[in-house]
């Protein structure tokens, strides 16, 4: 499943520290998103639902995880866009990416893996 861009804002901030509760999470995505913490617990309970998140309990608080690792849901949507969107049959090129704030060279060589083998997506 792709997530919608609202919903890659919460992961960017759960792969950077998590877990979290949705007041931390709000605090942290308020500059850059201007929610409201209704919308921010909406959005969370919605990924919940999409089995995006998974919500637990740490001494009587809800806290929030990324089900997947960034890698992975960067490597569906990616591949979703390459392979079905795009109609790349061939290799992806990864090397596009290596700016990207968001991923280190690991996780680079780790998508790169997971976009050319087999044509996934």
Do not use: C, I, Y
């Amino acid at each position: 499943m792709v997530p919608a861009d609202s919903e890659l804002e919460v992961l960017k901030a759960l792969w950077e520290r998590s877990p979290q509760s949705a007041r931390e999470l709000h605090d942290a995505l308020a500059e850059r998103t201007g929610w409201a913490v209704s919308t921010t617990r909406t959005v969370l309970e919605r990924m919940r639902v999409k089995e995006l998140v998974v919500r637990e309990e740490s001494h009587g608080l809800a806290v929030f995880s990324p089900a997947q690792t960034k890698v992975e849901v960067l490597g569906e949507s990616l591949g979703h866009l390459f392979r079905n969107v795009l109609e790349v049959s061939g290799r992806v090129p990864v090397s596009a990416f290596t700016g990207s704030a968001l991923l280190n060279d690991a996780e680079l060589a780790e998508l790169e893996r997971m976009l050319n083998s087999g044509g996934r997506g």
